[in-house]
């Protein structure tokens, strides 16, 4: 069985990640953080982003394990985000170098 401080870890990464994601993606409404609602919006959530990733460091999880990870994975959703929800173009070769970059970065998070 695995242990509920490793589940409860798990679960904090990817919310660190959802909310990494999702002020990244508001911060195309902020118009340059010229938008006070859209503006106010996204620094909560990368507020909410640090405090969870402050939370989990401080929990246990090393910090030179969770950001290479965060490295890899917020890019790679934020792309997916882009490309799907805010219609930006991608080449294919662009798409290959940014996800061989992270995973080049992921993998160096285990050696």
Do not use: H
């Not at 106010?40 to 394990?65: D, H, K, N, P, T």
């Not at 917020?74 to 170098?97: M, Y």
Request: charged letters at 10%.
């Amino acid at each position: 069985m695995v242990d509920p401080s490793t589940i409860r870890a798990i679960v904090m990464v990817a919310l660190v990640t959802v909310t990494q994601v999702a002020g990244a993606t508001l911060l195309v409404k902020t118009t340059g953080f010229r938008d006070p609602a859209w503006t106010a919006a996204c620094l909560a959530i990368y507020a909410v982003s640090f405090y969870l990733l402050a939370e989990v460091i401080r929990q246990g999880l090393a910090l030179s394990l969770v950001m290479p990870i965060l490295a890899a994975i917020v890019p790679l959703a934020t792309i997916i985000i882009a490309i799907t929800v805010l219609g930006e173009p991608a080449s294919w070769l662009r798409l290959g170098l940014l996800c061989s970059a992270c995973a080049l970065i992921g993998i160096s998070a285990t050696v």
